[in-house]
Nanobody, 125 residues
Framework: VQLQASGGGLVQAGGSLRLSCAAS????????MGWFRQAPGKEREFVAT????????VYADSVKGRFTISRDNAKNTVYLQMNSLKPEDTAVYYC???????????????????WGRGTQVTVSS
């Protein structure tokens, strides 16, 4: 499967963005999906994951209550709605697919099988 993240940009603190991750080559419904991010000079970190049906989600504490992961399997797309953005949310955001996870994905990036190119999110103060 090929993944392409989009929707990043420059936004002021307190603003919102919605990221999309479009899948091609194989139906996204067979994959547990996740979002990760990497800020300059920092390691890539887990943001959120969603089960194949969309019924189960897990979030990093740093984004809980502000970000929402969702998916539309008919459109082969996964989303990350980001509200109340903070400057510390500035990073390159990546979507990833895990074929073998049982329900939701791992918080560890090594568990994911496929990665898309990232999309830059910059939050100004």
């Amino acid at each position: 499967v090929q993944l392409q993240a989009s929707g990043g940009g420059l936004v002021q603190a307190g603003g919102s963005l919605r990221l999309s991750c479009a899948a091609s080559g194989r139906t996204v419904s067979v994959y547990v999906m996740g979002w990760f991010r990497q800020a300059p000079g920092k390691e890539r970190e887990f943001v959120a994951t969603i089960s194949r049906s969309g019924g189960s989600t897990v979030y990093a504490d740093s984004v809980k209550g502000r970000f929402t992961i969702s998916r539309d399997n008919a459109k082969n797309t996964v989303y990350l709605q980001m509200n109340s953005l903070k400057p510390e949310d500035t990073a390159v955001y990546y979507c990833a697919a895990d074929l073998t996870a049982r329900v939701v994905g791992s918080t560890h990036q090594s568990e994911y099988d496929y990665w898309g190119r990232g999309t830059q999110v910059t939050v100004s103060s």
